[in-house]
């Protein structure tokens, strides 16, 4: 457990040990371990494939693991599932809402199942609406929300029951850049209200935004551990130069510009070459474009920009978060 | 986490905590959590609420015209010492409700898995699967004594039913209905695409046990070799339940107990088999 402020009087909320969990002879999620301190917004960065969302069912106690040990709140989810996902707001990767109900019965039903009385949730409805910007969708059927709707009532019901832990499996997958935001914001209020998250995503620019602290996983196993700014620190230089030649002459350029990283850099140092493009890894990207240029290797594009998580995942996998 | 809703920098709706006991709520949804589901299908049930009432009010009238007033005037004389629609009523009740408890049994559980999601959206919650498997039949219950008793009330009007102990035909046919159902519930659970199956229950399983129930003539006046249908469909056995509750049908007392204990069984089967493969569809 790190970044908790280093206090050691909080308990955590989720520990994983050694998670397993297999489908016949293929391994989805494999012996991962990793702890969730209260108030903390923690997140699983990985590609599509990585046991992100097998791992979310685990902690709800709706998938059964194979091996390791899970606690979450102190209980065991596969022995104390109702007790346990009395706990948590679950928001799938799938919304599961039910399309020809109403926004709001769909709340209703879904806090009944928690055997939330009437009363409460005469006034919780609504100011879930409301705190999904949705009050006026209310009485809409979901068949006619957009996107981003579904995804913010999905959200709101994930609320319904005051949950300790907030599990968000991709929330924003699919969405367009401005319902992301709006999500974004939502998400970011719950954090500051003290909400713990737990959300996996493949996008790293989200993870950036919403996590405190994060594992990137990869076929079924952690990779990195870290907060953001810590994992970029450790895995990447401080830039990195973006140049493309062209799909002929990329391979071949390779050789060259080896040479170029390798020069007098430290380990962290390197390039990684992708179909499109090649990734010069560097602490200084304008030195190293007027090396480039000095060289007269002529780049059709180049460009330097600061280092982000995906930076680390390629660094760490050698491939792109994204396929 | 117990922030109640002080306004931040930027003011804007929030999520209030009030400190809701989730130990309390699983502990109490670990004991009602099936009535906590059975919630769910009265809702989703409402928007056809209407249509539901037309058939449920429509449908007797026309059978009973049909059959009691139609067919009953070419029955020459008595059927079973009563007259033909005395007779024929107890008989429709029951196919109307253990009809009902089939289709309850298909489609919607079937959907519920596939395009509603209810059962997935429930296992994020308390709700154990066996739970929701139990709340529909709960809930289904309910439609079908609801229905019974509206039947009933047409058939009255007709003059259908000789004596007041002809209202326990409303529990004996809700048997048969639900007898039908829980069966049908487990297996539509494990149905993953939308095929013929159902076109094929309702041809070669629904329709058979509904011609062998003894409906319109005593299922004793079948040969021997086909009365079988009639012994494993609940619809024959509701149907002679009821008509012993109607006009006093005579019935060997071991016969009785096999009516209601036969219905009986398949609905604890029935409902046992759904928890399983309510589970084995949910759990992962
Ligand atoms: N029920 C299942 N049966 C077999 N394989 C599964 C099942 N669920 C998931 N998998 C496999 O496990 C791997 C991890 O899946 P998942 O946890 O959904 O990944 P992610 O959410 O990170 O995309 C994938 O290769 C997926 O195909
Ligand atoms: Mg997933």
Redesign the interface.
Known sequence: MSEAGGSVTAVSVIEARELTKTYGDFTAVDAISFDVA??ESFGLLGPNGAGKS?TM?MI?G???RTAGTLSVLGLDPER????V????G?V?Q????????RAR?NL???G?????PRAYLKAKVP??L??A?LTDKSDAKVTALSGGMKRRLTIA???I??P?ILLLDEPTTGLDPQARHILWDRLF??K????TLVLTTHFMDEAEQLCDRLVVVDHGRIVAEGSPRGLIQEHTTREVVEVRFGSARNAEMQAELAALVADGQRSRAGLEVLPDRILLYTDDGEAMLEEINRRALNPLTQLVRRTSLEDVFLRLTGRSLID | ?T?TGTP?ADA?????????D??A??A???R??WL??A??RQ??ET?FLATWLAVAFGNPVLYLAAMGLGLGAIVQGDVDGVSYLTFVAPGLLAATVATTGAQFGTWPIFGGFK????Y?????????PGQMALGETTAIGVRLVLQAVIFWLMAALFGAWPSASALLAIPAVTLAGLAMFTPLMAYSATVENEGLQFNFIQRLVVMPMFLFAGTFFPLSVMPAYLQWVGWISPMWHGTQLARMASYGMANPPWLTAVHVLYPLALILAGQWWAGRTFAKR???
């Open positions: 209260p108030g097998t069912r709800g709706t998938s059964l104390h599932g109702p007790e996902r009395a706990s948590l679950v799938p799938a919304d599961a809402l039910d399309e020809e109900l019965d209703y039903v879904y009944r199942y928690f055997g939330l100011e879930l409301e705190f910007q019901r994930g609320l029951n005051e300790r209020r719950l500051e209200q003290g909400v | 986490m922030d931040g804007g709706p929030r999520v209030t905590f009030t400190g809701l989730h130990h709520l699983a109490r949804t670990r009602w959590g906590q589901y919630g769910y809702v989703a928007p395009w509603q999601k209810n997935l959206a429930g296992y994020s919650t308390p709700l154990e949910l759990v992962g």
